[in-house]
């Protein structure tokens, strides 16, 4: 499995700690190539439209043509070995840029959540939402290793 583009566009700034050097860690193993999209409105908006203009935002960081997916609570939750496999299916169907995107702290605006082609929950369970971009390349780096049978994932 070659040529695969992951984007990750999501709302926040990663600093440096713990979550950082985690995100490091599975990104430098990651054979694909992976771009961090980081957004962020400076303006002090009302819950509704800050949703709305982080929306914006991370659609304007999507590349274009990309198979969007939402992080969202109101997703699937998927098995590690069903991403694998819908990763797998896209690239077989010729598809090779894949944009995940991760909301703020009260989630993704419905105008992302309709144009998504998938969402995906990361359980029910509700992540701070640095740990979530975490959660999430760890799962494309197993994703990967499931692809190319690496032992990592047993």
């Not at 700034?13 to 713990?18: D, F, N, P, S, V």
Request: hydrophobic fraction near 45%.
């Amino acid at each position: 499995m070659g040529g695969m583009n992951i984007t990750i566009a999501a709302v926040g700034r990663m600093k440096a700690g713990a979550e950082r050097d985690l995100w490091d860690n599975y990104a430098k193993r990651l054979n694909w190539s992976l771009t961090l999209k980081e957004v962020e409105e400076k303006k002090p908006l009302k819950p509704t439209q800050l949703k709305i203009k982080e929306a914006e935002l991370l659609l304007s960081a999507v590349p274009k043509g990309a198979f969007l997916v939402a992080m969202d609570r109101s997703g699937h939750a998927l098995a590690s070995e069903d991403l694998a496999k819908k990763l797998s299916a896209l690239q077989d169907d010729g598809i090779s840029e894949i944009a995940f995107v991760i909301g703020g702290s009260d989630g993704l605006d419905k105008s992302i959540l309709v144009r998504a082609q998938l969402k995906i929950a990361l359980g029910a369970m509700t992540w701070p939402h640095m740990l979530a971009r975490v959660m999430l390349i760890e799962q494309v780096y197993r994703a990967q290793c499931i692809l190319s049978n690496h032992p990592y994932h047993k």
